[in-house]
């Protein structure tokens, strides 16, 4: 059996970086897949990779990573106004999977699917 | 701030150039086709099982030279590969030890962070990617963010071209915005190519 996490953006909203990351770590530890509304700002997905790895033991292996993201071409305002409300608000467009490497074997990412293989399953589409 | 003042203070001639990317993409084999190339010895040990490379490695100034006989001088930095998981048993399914994989993979693991931390250290960059493997991996978007959010020139060496499942077209599609060259660097095709887009990048 797999479990799915959903973790709202509001949760980890007011988080540090540092907390925000150890929270959804801490949830992966117990064997579970994180789906975060949101994504994680650039130098925070780099950090979660470093704790991560800092934290790899021969229980905890590391992590399987992707993003969801909605294409970002919008033209002159719209873009603008995209900027400044993740500003404001957080960027909560998009949807994260973080999942422990010794349940997900692999994600597969095409720029609006993603392919979640488990160690001992088959094929899970999302 | 950082920036401005590294830009200010910085010798425009010579720069620290990183290899970045995913564990056996080929950073390895094109450092040391650069310094086969440039400086006549090689730079880095290369193999078939991933994170070979598990600390940071430098060679100071190296200096190439385009066809225009313009000069561009710069330490290179050869990374280990950034991985989100490593997996002590996958080295032993490659037919090495129990104990030397454990060790692998702990090394590997520090690796990992060293080329993290040292990211903020760079002046320009090639991120180094496997054609024949899929590019919408989240090492690589993560990688290639980082980058950007730091404001560091990059060029992207797509390698492996040599071989038949590679796919130029697909690395293109994943990173538009960027100037993808495609080279073997095991086999020197293309590298001529690469040394000229370094030109562009590195100002």
């Known amino acids: 059996m797999v479990t799915f996490q959903f973790i709202p953006y509001g949760e980890v909203e007011y988080l540090s970086s540092a907390k925000r990351i150890n929270r959804l770590l801490n949830i992966v530890k117990e064997n579970k897949i994180v789906l975060m509304e949101g994504r994680l700002k650039k130098q925070e997905e780099a950090d979660l990779i470093e704790i991560t790895m800092e934290e790899i033991n021969s229980k905890f292996r590391g992590i399987e990573l992707s993003v969801i993201y909605p294409d970002n071409k919008h033209d002159g305002m719209k873009k603008v106004k995209t900027h400044v409300m993740n500003a404001l608000l957080g960027d909560r467009r998009g949807m994260t999977i973080i999942g422990p490497a010794n349940v997900v074997r692999k994600i597969e990412q095409n720029p609006d699917k993603i392919e979640l293989f488990t160690r001992d399953s088959k094929k899970r589409r999302r | ?203």
Request: charged fraction near 30%; hydrophobic fraction near 40%.
């Open chain 2, 1 to 203: 701030m950082n920036k401005f003042l590294r830009n200010l203070f910085k010798r425009k001639s010579h720069v620290k150039l990183g290899l970045y990317g995913p564990p056996n993409g080929g950073k390895s084999t094109l450092a040391n086709k650069i310094c086969e190339d440039w400086l006549g010895e090689s730079m880095s040990s290369v193999s078939h099982i991933a994170h070979e490379t598990r600390e940071i490695v430098i060679k100071e100034q190296i200096s190439i030279k385009n066809k225009k006989g313009k000069e561009l001088s710069f330490s290179l930095v050869d990374t280990p590969g950034i991985a989100t998981r490593i997996d002590y048993e996958d080295f032993i399914k490659r037919g090495m030890k129990n104990t030397m994989a454990k060790k692998r993979a702990k090394e590997a693991t520090k690796g990992v962070i060293d080329s993290i931390k040292w990211l903020d250290t760079m002046e320009a960059v090639v991120v180094v990617l496997d054609s024949t493997q899929d590019p919408y991996s989240q090492v690589n978007i993560t990688i290639m963010g980082n980058l950007v959010a730091r404001d560091i020139p990059v060029l992207i060496a797509a390698n492996k071209v040599d071989l038949k499942r590679s796919n130029m077209d697909r690395i293109k599609a994943a990173f538009p915005q960027y100037n993808v060259v495609g080279i073997s660097a095991k086999y020197g095709k293309n590298v001529d190519e690469f040394y000229e887009e370094l030109f562009k990048v590195v100002k």
